[in-house]
């Protein structure tokens, strides 16, 4: 089952290196896994998409905030969340196909952020399941390059 | 009879055509040992896996060929860590095979469990998991390649017991697929004929020779570029006997602890070519004063030690062999009088020196050379005794000096000239070691004697913690905090008939020649305990982050 | 000099943890890391954003392209490159404020994916400058929560 896990840790050297040497060791995976600043300069926040039984997901849970580093975690699988997963795909264009590859972007609200003379390269963001749909669209006209940030998430719900 | 990962992992050592292995086994291990009893593998058993993996180091050092070791999972496994860093650091190829407790319990804390891909990921050229037994050829076949190619070092796999159990019908690999991992061998053109224009543009050229030339074979290509060109040539720890020492244009070591002449020749050269070696700190001394007005050519097969330390002008990313091959027709003969007469002068005015009164540790390793005309292969421990074995013996074959020099592991030098005995079975080997190192894998004595390996162990006996009593008693004011050893130190000689083994103790200056040939003519392993100069200092010394021309202390 | 790295590597266990390791053990900064799936499922692409001199790109780059799990590393400030960045921000709203920052989110082209009583979450995907451009204009509002992706990036080109 698939489990996007949130985790607050300290700005510092090494602590993606713990992390990731813990989901590593213990045979965890990583499906996805973005890093980046948070309204706090002196922490990061981590969302690791990740896959197991309850048992598995668990185990991850207590393994991370046992770490020193380690601020916060949520498994954001128990609460509702927004999540979002960003896209950037160079897709081949030859001349005739161009205008279906851009209705495509259009109906998924994506934008062009690139023009070759033989390719496009389209940005979209959205929910996981959006994202797959608009490859598997895309698929067929040969996708070039591609490139994910994987899944960032954050708890909805009034405060 | 279905093949099980034990017998594959047993055939795929005697198709890379390791002859020996050496370590202990353990619960789940058994049985990749129960099949090296039926195999043509000879399992050298160590008595500690620290010792394994020295030895498999000195073997593959002093041999050329691939050195493996083998212990088992948690204890055992971490135990080799100190070697597998130590061979990573001087580029050794080794196959470290680690057990592993069963696949279902990997992750949970399970009895002798360690992660040791996680904890080796930083000193090993790569490491392997196995979790199929199907995988087991493909990544054997993988293992020895990527230790023995590009920039060789330790290669880890970590094989769980029931993957050792497990079935499987495949054959070792004829070839390996690895997409990621395509080293470059052959140095660029373009970049040969710039090295050759500034070669012989050059007035005051040095060859600064590294490790990495004796790993590519290329002590030849190295004599002909130098003696066609006249280019003095100086060596780092790691390049002793990659260069004869006893020829006109040897330097010998350059450094902290290298001779003046080598280090006011780099100081003063207006050309320095840099061959398999990487800048290394205790070489260069304060960088912004290393080789001032030298252009820089720099051979190595590995870029990330081109540009890591100085900027180089020309660098040559490639296999030094074929690259020295490459450049050489480009090279003009020439002669440097001036620089060499100048060089010459500097040998004669500030030479390797030391008060010959009593029973001094340079004079054991000079009688240790005379003794055995030069031909020793020699290896040391760390400290003072590893920088008198690479100033006071002249080296003049590559594999002959056996040392831990990037990580400086202190115990290495007893089970690297195990290692080294087994790769050099009628070579004489010395282990030079001080008191404080020798004592560090001192068990290993017990495999010298159950192989019945004559090997030689010179302790040069202070008393102290050498190097670093030197560095307290220069920069601390004599203050020894933990450097004092003499007070518990053991009787050497007794320990070494304890283990049966020969021990001979040598007090006097006179005793020193007669006690080595002694030792060089037992079969046994024999021990000699020199009671040497107890507060004999290391000289010349570049002071930490003083530029290399700076020394102190060792002047004539 | 912020520098983006991309590096494709072998999808095994162990990578993402080795990579990072590397960063740790050698003293070199990560501001962010984006990794996920590219076109082929046994490959992932990482998008590291790093920081240094010349010299220290330099030892970076290698270094990363001697791991025998590495495929390809490209240094991408020396080509023209797309770069995106994702963030989620959650922002006080008190009465009255809500019309500002619907204003905002919309000059930026964000979209509002979340409204509670006191907060909203923004979404907004861009180059890291219009990221940072909008943080700051959100920042005296209140920013109770902020996730980012951490950049993602191609090479521009007609091909």
Known sequence: MRHVISVTVENKPGVLAHISSLFAARGYSIDSLAVGETEDPATSRMTIVTHGDDQIIEQITKQLRKLISTLKVQDLGETEFIERDL??????????????IIEIAQIFRGNIIDVGQKDLVVELSGQENKIQAFIDLLRPYGIKELARTGSIAMARGAK | MRKI?????????????VEYIFGIPGAVI?????????????????????????????????SGKVGVCIATSGPGATNLVTAIATANFDSVPIVAITGQVRTPLIGNDAFQEADMTGITRTITKHNFLVKDVCDLPRVLKEAFHIARTGRPGPVLVDLPMDVSLGQCDLDYPDTVNLP????????????????????????????????????????????????????????TLLGLGAFPETHPLALKMLGMHGTAYANYAVTESDLVIAVGARFDD?????????????????????????????RVDIPVVGDAKGSLQALLPLVRQATHPEWLEKIDNWKKQHPLVYKPCGLKPQYVVEQIYEATKGEAVITTEVGQNQMWA???????????????????????????????????????????????????????????VKYKLPVNIAILNNGFLGMVRQWQELFYRKRYSGTILGDANPDFVKVAEAYGADGI???????????????????????LD?????????????????????MMGGMA
């Open chain 2, 5 to 17: 990962g034990a017998d594959i992992f047993v055939d795929a050592l005697v198709k890379e055509g």
């Open chain 2, 180 to 235: 990621g991992y395509k080293p470059n061998y052959k140095g660029n053109d373009r970049q040969i004929k710039l090295a050759a224009e500034a070669i012989n543009a050059s007035k005051r050229p040095v060859l600064y020779v590294g490790g990495g030339v004796i790993i590519s074979e290329s002590a030849t290509e190295v004599f002909e570029l130098a003696t066609k060109a006249s280019i003095p040539v100086t060596t």
């Open chain 1, 87 to 100: 896209v950037i795909v160079k897709v081949n264009a030859a001349t005739g196909k161009r205008g279906e």
């Open chain 2, 282 to 310: 205790r070489v260069t001394g304060r960088l912004d004063a290393f080789a001032p007005e030298a252009k820089v050519i720099h051979i190595d097969i590995d870029p990330t030690s081109i540009s890591k330390n100085i």
């Open chain 2, 390 to 448: 690479a100033q006071w013996f002249k080296y003049s074959r590559p594999r002959q000096f056996i040392s831990s020099g990037g990580l400086g592991t202190m115990g290495f030098g007893l089970p690297a000239a195990i290692g080294a005995q087994f790769a050099r079975p009628d070579a004489v080997v010395f282990d030079i070691a001080g008191d404080g190192s020798i004592q560090m894998n001192i068990q290993e004595l017990a495999t010298a």
């Open chain 2, 30 to 62: 058994i049985p990749l040992f129960d099949k090296l009893l039926d195999s043509p593998v000879k399992l050298v058993l160590t008595r500690h896996e620290q010792g394994a993996g020295h030895a498999a180091d000195g073997y593959a050092r002093a």
């Open chain 2, 530 to 550: 020199f009671a040497v100069e107890s507060e004999e200092n290391v000289f010349p010394m570049v002071p930490a982050g003083e530029a290399i021309n700076k």
């Open chain 2, 505 to 527: 103790r040598v007090t006097t200056r006179d005793e020193v020649r007669p006690a080595i040939e002694r030792a060089i003519a037992s079969p046994r392993p024999v021990i």
